[in-house]
């Protein structure tokens, strides 16, 4: 699954009559990995940093796949094609990342390597991200739960010593951002909307509030890297705050989920809901072992 | 919900093309207010890099010329050759004439 050859045609369209008229579409494109020194950064243990990208690749990786869930289902044809952009930003995220993981941690799997042949326990992503869609309320808290604590997350990471992770959370902020705005917009929307949409954010807000916290628990990898998420709670909290407040939805006061001795989605501990996901995600490339496209 | 649905207003989607000079008219869609007429916009019609701004506006705020009119409108400039700027040589280095 290449993308040398689009980038290539892409950018080779440059300026002047017969670059851009070539194309209906606009043209421009540019890979943001493309120059970034791919060594691993002095200084950091490649394991580490390996597991860390994981972590974040299958956040965005499996969050992805719920949103594409949504193709067909979704209450509005624009909200169809909204919702796959949103997935599709993750699902590049996602590439980088797990191709990160794969390069680091020394045993040469590719980014498909990673998200086709992997068991449940072998993936990483907070359990937030896994849960079934339920209703679109339910999407739009999804939606402004994670885009909110990963923008924030990314806004750190853009000064990170490793050049890939930089690059990915450079381009992730501004596209996060857009993930941000367009939850917000319709958590107000439906939260100051009509009864039955302030009912349903509400279900969806109390449903999915405790799941949050999972964001912001430290693991080892995390703590020994110096990107404790614990540092992300406070300014989240307080976005998320303001956007409820606007939406005229409490602030649900729940406690965090459990962990199971523990351990949660970071340490391979996934929900019922995983397992499902996972077959559908792997179904086509396990079908079809080796096959290109 | 269809009845509901049906009632979204119209929206017309404008796009100023990347180096381009002038909002082009691209598209419609439906929207509940004008924010979500934006954001629609953006993800309907600037997902392969076409634009760089975006005017959304109601499709009942436009008021449109009628194929009725299309004669007395526009068949009067028809012979006036004389107005187009063809009729002396462009430096080469002036861009968008």
């Known amino acids: 699954m290449s993308d040398d050859h689009v980038y290539l045609s892409l950018t080779e369209a440059g300026p002047g009559p017969e670059g851009e008229a070539r194309w209906a579409y606009g043209t421009g494109f540019a890979d943001p990995l493309l120059g970034v020194d791919a060594a691993a950064p002095k200084g950091i243990d490649p394991a580490d940093l390996a597991a860390y990208c994981l972590m974040l690749g299958d956040d965005v990786l499996v969050l992805s796949q719920r949103l594409i869930q949504w193709i067909t289902r979704a209450p509005e044809l624009e909200e169809e094609v909204a919702l796959a952009n949103l997935g599709l930003d993750l699902l590049g995220q996602a590439r980088r990342l797990l191709t990160r993981a794969g390069q680091l941690d020394g045993s040469g799997r590719g980014e498909d390597e990673l998200a086709y042949w992997r068991e449940e326990s072998a993936y990483r992503n907070v359990r937030l991200v896994e849960l079934e869609n339920g209703d679109f309320a339910q999407c739009v808290v999804r939606l402004l739960l994670f885009a909110t604590a990963r923008e924030e997350l990314y806004r750190r990471l853009v000064g990170h010593a490793d050049p890939v992770l930089s690059a990915v959370a450079a381009l992730g902020v501004k596209e996060l951002a857009y993930h941000r705005e367009y939850a917000s917009s319709w958590a107000v929307r439906l939260g100051d909307g009509t009864e039955e949409s302030h009912r349903r954010m509400r279900a969806a807000l109390d449903a999915l509030w405790p799941w949050l916290e999972e964001l912001f628990t430290p693991h080892e990898v995390e703590l020994r890297l110096g990107v404790d998420p614990l540092q992300l709670r406070e300014p989240v909290l307080a976005s998320l705050e303001q956007v409820l407040a606007e939406a005229t939805l409490p602030v649900p006061d729940l406690p ?34 080796g096959a290109t496209w | 919900m269809s009845g509901e649905r049906a009632s979204w207003p119209l929206y017309e989607v404008f796009v100023r093309p990347r180096r381009g000079l002038n909002h082009v008219h691209v598209g419609s869609l439906h929207a509940a207010d004008d924010k979500m007429a934006l954001l629609a916009a953006r993800d309907l019609y600037t997902r392969r890099n076409e634009g760089v701004s975006l005017w959304v506006v109601r499709s009942d705020a436009i008021t449109a010329s009628s194929p009725d009119e299309q004669d007395p409108f526009f068949a009067p400039s028809g012979d006036k050759v004389y107005r187009h700027p063809t009729f002396y040589p462009i430096p080469e280095d002036v861009p968008h004439i």
């Open chain 1, 256 to 289: 965090g989920r459990a962990y199971v001795n523990g351990r949660a989605g970071r340490h391979g501990v996934h929900t019922e809901a995983m397992g499902p996901l996972l077959a559908e995600l792997q179904v086509v490339a396990r079908a079809h072992p």
